[in-house]
């Protein structure tokens, strides 16, 4: 075949319909019959990353190994695939002109017109081809809903792409949504006509219409959609409501979806791919041996897409344990009085996520503390960590006023502000009043843990690991004797010594903090150790109660 083969998914009607999972899933069928594969994200918003948005807007930012804050559906992909994402995998209007107009101001365009037609399209198309090495397939993912008047200029990129490289080579989906109207008892096809026919005023016939439903198709449907919006019966693939996600690769490959895409591409769709993986994973979610009870204290539970690798890599470690993960989801701000710090008493396991600002941190350190003496297992990550710090450092070291220069400056601060850093061999500093975006500790970190520790052990008996991270702030080293002296164990530190990556409490059946964030490594095949473990000591706390 020739290489690569472009597949472009774009949304109609409504945003969040999936087309991040159906992009991810659709990769790893085609990754089960053997192809390599790379996803992409394409975003219309004007923002140069989603370092600086709002997790309650956005959702969460995932981090990749090489340092970059993108958009969430880059986990999904590497969740279902296991191919790492990297920099060049996500990118944003707010980038292509950061790019356009810099390549202006040196005069690289000689002197002429810049324009959104070629020059802002062909740095898109450049983006899309570029990067790659011995991929089969790249999926590229447009964000937002066809109409949107900010992503026109992708629209119009994989529309010349399509004539550029020619049909053997590119492949366009469009998913859609069919609503069910209960008072006609029927889900109506016409917003899916519609956005078909928006997307034609732009010149792209769609090849695949992906439709999600709540309930099944009937084929009269199928036949009136496949008639008004000129495509095959076939292509018409439902996107059904499921209890799952990972149940999405098995129902696209039943519905024969990898395999009109081959079929489309010329190649040979004879052979079955093995998704005995799948099935094992699905059956581990829907038939658990018990269930573990876990309190996720955190800041922005208002929209748990905030968290959502976190929540993934929950259900990881329930699948390596066979265990359902109930997880209740508290705004930490309702533990700002003792009182309500009893609710805690039902679950059998805290998480304390990573968040920014002062908001609701007494309450994660109430929640610290409630794991620490009522030996509750208890899993901090990023502020989660350094909250936990603090609360040790106040009500057992002896440092009352511990606090962090996040919230107020402080003369000794227990968790503070990191100014420079070493970076390979590059060394990286920052200013307090400098921008936001794109300025913390991110992407992947080495640290070396110690012997005879229960994180080490977790690791498998490393003594080197790497983890991804994202944050400004860092607990302060010198305090260690005197935390060490009061039961905090600093388990894990930067190659250097200088800077704390994971601590955990001496005499705690399970008490374990990180500054970085493992949920994005997490995968449903292999789940990160620290989520198995953690799960593990939650399962056996519910067997003690």
Not at 55 to 60: D, F, K, L, Y
Not at 154 to 176: D, K, M, P, S, Y
Not at 319 to 336: G, L, P, R, Y
Not at 358 to 380: L, S, V
Request: charged share 25%; proline share 5%; hydrophobic share 40%.
């Amino acid at each position: 075949m020739k290489k690569p083969c472009f597949i472009f998914v774009t949304g109609g009607v409504v945003s969040s319909l999936g087309k991040g999972i159906a992009s991810a899933a659709l990769a790893a069928l085609l990754q089960t019959r053997g192809y390599k594969v790379r996803c992409r994200k394409l975003d219309p918003y004007l923002n140069v990353d989603p370092g600086t948005m709002s997790p309650t807007q956005h959702g969460e930012v995932y981090v990749t190994d090489d340092g970059a804050e993108t958009d969430l559906d880059l986990g999904h992909y590497e969740r279902f695939t296991g191919v790492p994402a990297r920099q060049s995998d996500n990118i944003t209007t707010g980038r292509v002109y950061s790019n356009v107009i810099a390549r202006e101001r040196r005069g690289d365009y000689l002197g002429a017109t810049v324009q959104v037609i070629p020059h802002v399209t062909d740095a898109i198309k450049s983006f899309i081809k570029g990067d790659l090495a011995d991929e089969d397939f790249v999926l590229c993912e447009i964000g937002g809903t066809v109409g949107d008047i900010e992503g026109l200029p992708f629209l119009e990129a994989i529309r010349q792409l399509g004539n550029e490289l020619g049909r053997a080579r590119v492949l366009f989906i469009h998913l859609t949504l069919l609503p069910y109207i209960p008072t006609s008892g029927e889900l109506k096809t016409k917003p899916t006509q519609h956005s078909v026919k928006e997307l034609l005023s732009v010149g792209i016939q769609p090849d695949i219409l992906v439709c999600r439903a709540d309930r099944a198709i009937p084929e009269s449907e199928r036949r009136k959609i496949a008639l008004f919006c000129n495509v095959p019966e076939k292509n018409v693939i439902a996107a059904l409501d499921i209890d799952t996600i990972y149940q999405v690769p098995i129902n696209y490959h039943e519905q024969g979806f990898d395999r009109v895409v081959l079929e489309h591409f010329g190649l040979d769709a004879a052979k079955e791919p093995g998704l005995s993986g799948w099935h094992t994973v699905v059956r581990r979610v829907r038939h658990p041996e018990s269930v573990v009870k876990v309190a996720i204290v955190g800041k922005y539970t208002a929209m748990l897409d905030s968290y959502k690798s976190l929540s993934e890599a929950l259900i990881h470690g329930g699948i390596a344990n066979n265990v359902k993960v109930d997880a209740w989801w508290v705004d930490s701000e309702v533990f700002e009085s003792e009182d309500a710090v009893g609710r805690l008493e039902g679950v059998n396991a805290i998480l304390v996520p990573g968040g920014f600002g002062e908001r609701g941190t007494q309450g994660k350190i109430r929640a610290a503390q409630f794991a620490r003496e009522r030996k509750a297992p208890y899993f901090g990550i990023c502020f989660g960590m350094q909250m936990a710090v603090i609360e040790v450092a106040r009500h057992l070291a002896g440092v009352s006023d511990a606090s962090s220069t996040e919230f107020s400056p402080q003369k000794n601060p227990v968790v503070g502000l990191m100014t420079e850093w070493t970076r390979g061999n590059q060394l990286e500093k920052r200013a307090e009043g400098g921008d936001l975006g794109g300025t913390m500790r991110l992407g992947a970190y080495p640290a070396r843990l110690v012997g005879g520790t229960k994180v080490f052990d977790i690791y498998g008996g490393r003594k080197d690991i790497s983890e991804r991270h994202r944050h400004r702030y860092e607990v302060n080293i010198h305090y260690r004797p005197q935390l060490e002296k009061a039961g905090l164990v600093f388990s894990g530190l930067s190659p250097d010594g200088h800077l704390p990556e994971i601590v955990e409490l001496r005499d705690h059946p399970w008490f374990v903090g990180v500054q970085f964030h493992p949920e994005l490594k997490s995968k449903p095949f292999a789940p990160h150790p620290l989520f198995t473990a953690f799960i593990r000591a939650g399962l056996e706390r519910s067997r003690l109660v």
